[in-house]
Antibody
Framework: EVQLVESGGGLVKPGGSLRLSCAASGFTFRSYSMNWVRQAPGKGLEWVASISTSSSYTYYADSVKGRFTISRDNAKNSLYLEMTSLRAEDTAVYYC???????????????WGQGTLVTVSS | EIVMTQSPATLSVSPGERATLSCRASQSVNYNLGWYQQKPGQAPRLLIYSASTRVTGIPARFSGSGSGTEFTLTISGLQSEDFAVYYCQQYNNWPPAFGPGTKVDIK
């Protein structure tokens, strides 16, 4: 079964840091570009970051550029999001998501994890 | 940056009826448009990609159309499990962008 499982969310103070992980299984992880998408409570979906198959290319939303870092370890079938200088407005459920196609980095997202909640509050 | 808009914000439909959801892009996205369904407490689910191609396993009552800047998701014969929020997403240009969503609820 194709699956993504996020972990690492929790409560953090403003200015703090957190590292999210996403464990992939059931597909050839190294062949797909991967993404993080977030959803603030009661709000819509916001793309956060994307990474190419070999980590050669990374892209970020302006709202997180310079504060968040996306990375992957193909040997461990894992995707990461390092978040620093966290703000209240970063509070959201963070989803990892797979690109639909295995040949492009800009794509729709066909496999999603269940999400992990990050709460930034003092 | 491409901005996506969706209308209406809320659509009240009776079971068995047809729902028509609209999505507009601030500039052309060609056919690089996806539709997602999200139910409360669940992750989004991809329904349609390339504006009109159903993902394997998605019922035929879901259909997508359009190109350029105007897109439509049609749900024919709404079933109870279809009441949810629907998002469109463009992936023609960086950054990929989602619309604000249309909530389909029971009339």
């Amino acid at each position: 079964e194709v699956q993504l499982v996020e972990s690492g969310g929790g409560l953090v103070k403003p200015g703090g840091s957190l590292r999210l992980s996403c464990a992939a299984s059931g597909f050839t992880f190294r062949s797909y570009s991967m993404n993080w998408v977030r959803q603030a409570p009661g709000k819509g979906l916001e793309w956060v970051a994307s990474i190419s198959t070999s980590s050669s290319y990374t892209y970020y939303a302006d709202s997180v550029k310079g504060r968040f870092t996306i990375s992957r370890d193909n040997a461990k079938n894992s995707l990461y999001l390092e978040m620093t200088s966290l703000r209240a407005e970063d509070t959201a459920v963070y989803y990892c998501a797979r690109d639909y196609n295995d040949y492009d980095i800009l794509d729709s997202f066909d496999v999603w994890g269940q999400g992990t909640l990050v709460t930034v509050s003092s | 940056e491409i901005v996506m808009t969706q209308s209406p914000a809320t659509l009240s439909v009776s079971p068995g009826e047809r729902a028509t959801l609209s999505c507009r892009a601030s500039q052309s996205v060609n056919y690089n448009l996806g539709w997602y369904q999200q139910k409360p407490g669940q992750a989004p689910r991809l329904l349609i990609y390339s504006a009109s191609t159903r993902v394997t396993g998605i019922p035929a009552r879901f259909s997508g159309s359009g190109s350029g800047t105007e897109f439509t998701l049609t749900i024919s014969g709404l079933q109870s499990e279809d009441f949810a929020v629907y998002y469109c997403q463009q992936y023609n240009n960086w950054p990929p962008a989602f619309g604000p969503g249309t909530k389909v609820d029971i009339k």
